[in-house]
């Protein structure tokens, strides 16, 4: 199904965003509930500094973004959000779902620091929820007078997900260890302790013992871990395929 009469503005992408998540499946499901660092590299005509200017006096800015993994597989008017369990229905305009009309996907997260080295302009920012090369649409100042809003009500998204307890096997420490020494840059282990503690399975998944081994795409590294007992065991993490 198309959206209504198109207004035929292309839309070209200022940017990619580059983030540890090399596939979907333990994205966190909003930004800033995994402290996860990532960069924003700008694009064409906008890869210039003029185009940034003074942005650095903004602690966090709004990201629009493509779905563009999901693109392909259009969208509906009614979705099942994960956090009802995946059977209550909701009309897509009335949750976050990624399959949406126009797919067009909408974050905020911390600037750091803006790079301009050998004609690349980058900024560097963190608490991202996108895939790694994602396209960006339009990056603009998070204004808190006006975008914070005390008080407002969240519906079945008021509270951030339950934390589930992440533990780590021996094998999956020493592994760790030697990963910290040769990447130390890439904060590993918290980060895996933050993706896992959202529980990144489906919600009708969501069994205290779970005999299925998942694995999360993290960086350059497959991490392979089970759910027992309703804790999280990370099993052990090894180099990517
Ligand atoms: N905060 C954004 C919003 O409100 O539009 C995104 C919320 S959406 C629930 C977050 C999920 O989008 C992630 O967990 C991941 O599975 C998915 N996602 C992130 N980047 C994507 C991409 N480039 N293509 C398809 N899905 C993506």
Redesign the pocket.
Known sequence: NSVSADFSATIQAVGYCYTPYKQ?FG?????GLVNARGFIKLAGALNDPDSVRGIEQYSHLWIL??????LEQGWKTTVRPPRLGGNEKLGVFAT???FRPNGI???VVRLHAVNNENGQVTLEISGM???DE?PIIDIKPYIPFSDAIEGAQGGMAQQAPELMRVNFTELARNQLAQIAQQAPNQALEPLILGVLSQDPRPAYKKKADDPKMYQVALYDFDVFWKVINNQIHVIEVKEGM
Not at 65 to 70: A, E, K, T, V
């Open positions: 979907k994205i966190p499901r909003q930004p973004f493509s779905f563009h993994q999901n976050r779902a990624t996907g909408q974050s929820d996108l895939l994602t």
